[in-house]
């Protein structure tokens, strides 16, 4: 059967961001001492340290064989997070690069190394944020492509799914997907979908998988599948 190892007690770590943007109202009176982890994931290279993102809007590094301390913590000034970090992604192709997504309707490109070529960056501060223009949602989910080092997916809780490539245009998606709307079968009520999860199959490397929902019945729809070619 499966086994379970405590990694760590995740300790609280004030973060000037949260709720700075209104999107995601400050947390005032919190007594507790330990943080809610929303996410975790480990890089291909490093087997012992992992990277956990949480509800205060902070990414951690840490190490799995040192539980006491965090190895670093991922936040600096204004260019933070300000809402919980829904998900944390390790690129596949680029070892120190990792992304977030969160409640605050961005995305983050993130290194745990410095970056060639951008000396005097904190290493504590995203190297870019993505944020579509017209979006006013929370980021769900995000997925590297498997096939490629600099595209991207993106789940919002709008329904839309979008597509990024940093290499052709790293400032807009290079494809936006909008939902469809479903009907209830009794009444004919109409339902706007979330795009909850995202996931990709080696079979087709160039398409992105969604798991949805319905936001007001609340009755789970079946994945729809998105494809990008080129």
Same mark, same amino acid.
């Given at each position: 059967?499966?086994?379970?190892?405590?990694?760590?007690?995740?300790?609280?770590?004030?973060?000037?961001?949260?709720? *700075?943007?209104?999107?995601?109202?400050?947390?005032?009176?919190?007594? $507790?001492?330990? +943080? #809610?982890? $929303?996410?975790?994931?480990?890089? =291909?290279?490093?087997?012992?340290?992992?990277?956990?993102?949480?509800? !205060?809007?902070?990414?951690?590094?840490? *190490?799995?064989?040192?539980?006491?301390?965090?190895?670093?913590?991922? @936040?600096?000034?204004?260019?933070?997070?300000?809402?919980?970090?829904?998900? %944390?992604?390790?690129?596949?192709?680029?070892?120190?690069?990792?992304?977030?997504?969160?409640? !605050?309707?961005?995305?983050? &490109?993130?290194?745990?190394?410095? %970056? /060639?070529?951008? +000396?005097?960056?904190? &290493?504590?501060?995203?190297?870019?944020?993505?944020? *579509?223009?017209?979006?006013?949602?929370? %980021?769900?989910?995000?997925?590297?492509?498997?096939?490629?080092?600099? =595209?991207?997916?993106?789940?919002? !809780? !709008?329904?839309?799914?979008?597509?990024?490539? &940093?290499?052709?245009?790293? &400032?807009? /998606?290079? %494809?936006?997907?909008? /939902?469809?709307?479903?009907?209830?079968?009794?009444?004919?009520?109409? $339902?706007? $979908?979330?795009?909850?999860?995202? #996931? #990709?199959?080696? +079979?087709?490397?160039?398409?992105? =998988?969604?798991?949805?929902?319905? @936001?007001?019945?609340?009755?789970?729809?079946?994945?729809?599948?998105?494809?990008?070619?080129?």
């Amino acid at each position: 059967g499966l086994e379970q190892t405590t990694l760590m007690q995740l300790k609280r770590v004030p973060n000037p961001n949260l709720g *700075s943007n209104s999107v995601y109202g400050h947390k005032e009176g919190i007594v $507790f001492r330990q +943080a #809610s982890g $929303f996410c975790i994931d480990f890089p =291909s290279n490093e087997p012992s340290v992992y990277l956990v993102g949480t509800e !205060d809007g902070l990414i951690h590094r840490c *190490s799995t064989s040192y539980n006491e301390q965090y190895l670093e913590t991922y @936040t600096s000034g204004t260019q933070g997070h300000s809402a919980p970090v829904y998900k %944390v992604r390790c690129n596949p192709f680029w070892q120190n690069a990792f992304l977030t997504c969160s409640a !605050d309707w961005t995305m983050k &490109l993130w290194s745990t190394k410095p %970056v /060639p070529g951008m +000396a005097g960056h904190p &290493l504590d501060a995203p190297i870019q944020s993505f944020q *579509s223009t017209d979006l006013a949602d929370a %980021v769900n989910d995000v997925y590297w492509s498997p096939s490629n080092s600099t =595209s991207f997916a993106a789940a919002m !809780d !709008d329904g839309r799914v979008e597509l990024w490539d &940093l290499k052709k245009k790293p &400032l807009d /998606p290079v %494809v936006v997907h909008y /939902p469809r709307v479903c009907k209830e079968i009794a009444g004919g009520h109409a $339902f706007a $979908f979330r795009r909850i999860r995202l #996931s #990709s199959s080696p +079979a087709m490397p160039m398409a992105a =998988s969604t798991l949805c929902e319905c @936001t007001t019945a609340k009755s789970r729809c079946s994945p729809k599948r998105n494809n990008r070619t080129g």
